[in-house]
């Protein structure tokens, strides 16, 4: 590998290091000195190459995702805006009630309330979507799984753009590598819900389950899978209509279904291993959606 290019890889990996990092500990301090120590670079030049490969500051990225965070716990959540605040990092309701107001224009209570009367209406004008009763008889069980280890690329943008590309450049590592067998399982993660982030922010990893020791290479990483207890839904038909699978699922399977969210991403599990030889009404996939 040239020179140049493996410096480019490098830095990737260690940018990729710092983005999970973030994301695994948004409730505790992440200052530049932290982050840096992650990346293994100075404290005075890592800001600039974060910025450069992510596209956000290193504050402005961390105080993105904490509202944001913040917003979907205000939306689904029982928490008041003081535990809300709180668990955003913010030692007092009135800077973060500051800070949200900045980011989605209206206070964390009449965004709670706006989002409320939203789903209201929404369930008004839904008719193909589940009733109550068939909500809780959606296709779904509950599983227990292990931590589990991924190699993943991850590509921001909407979903529909970024996810073909993401695919291509994880399934042309991953073959090359001989990583593919009958036991791998191609797993999709959308990180953000596209109500709240804007779509030049959206996070998509393409993720397959590997074995043994495999080195990351570019846009290549490696993660882990939180184990633990996940409600398991079987999505029947095209990837383009997960929306409405996961609107019915939030909407009316889990406020009378008694479960409550654990703070780790949803996933899919994609059961066709050749999407494109499929006819999308036969595509079969699993959203996982993590439960205490």
């Known amino acids: 590998m040239p020179p140049r290019e493996k410096t480019i890889d490098d830095h990737r990996q260690r940018i990729n290091r710092v983005l999970l990092h973030i994301e695994g500990h948004l409730d505790e301090p992440l200052s530049l000195g932290i982050l840096a120590r992650v990346a293994c670079f100075s404290p005075f030049h890592f800001h600039r190459l974060f910025a450069a490969h992510v596209g956000e500051s290193l504050h402005g990225h961390v105080r993105r995702l904490r509202l944001e965070r913040g917003a979907l716990r205000l939306s689904l959540g029982e ?4 535990e ?7 030692e007092t309701p009135a800077a973060f009630t500051r800070a949200f107001r ?38 779904a069980e509950i599983r227990q799984i292990p931590e589990t280890k991924i190699l993943f690329v991850r590509r921001t943008g909407p979903y529909g753009e970024v996810a073909a590309g993401a695919w291509e450049a994880l ?8 990583l593919m067998t009958k036991d791998t399982r191609l797993i ?28 990351p290479e570019g846009e290549v990483g490696e993660k882990s899978i939180a184990g633990g207890r996940y409600t398991v839904f079987l999505h029947k038909g095209p990837y383009e209509n997960f929306a409405d699978t996961y609107r019915a699922i939030f909407s009316r399977w889990l406020p009378i279904s008694g479960e409550k ?11 066709n291993r050749d999407p494109r030889r499929t006819k999308p009404e036969n595509l079969r996939s699993e959203i996982w959606m993590p439960v205490e």
Do not use: W
């Open 79 to 82: 928490e008041n805006v003081t």
């Open 84 to 90: 809300v605040a709180l668990m955003a990092g913010y």
């Open 102 to 139: 900045e980011q989605f224009g209206v206070s964390p209570t009449d965004y709670r309330k706006e989002r409320a009367m939203e789903r209201s209406e929404l369930l008004k004008e839904e008719r193909g979507l589940p009733t109550a009763e068939e909500a809780m008889a959606l296709d």
């Open 171 to 178: 399934m042309k590592f991953a073959y090359s590598r001989r």
């Open 188 to 215: 999709g993660i959308s990180h953000d819900d596209p109500s709240i982030t804007p779509e030049e922010n959206i996070r998509y990893d393409a993720c397959v389950t590997f074995a043994g020791d495999v080195k």
């Open 261 to 271: 969210l654990r703070d780790a991403p949803c996933f899919e599990v994609y059961l």
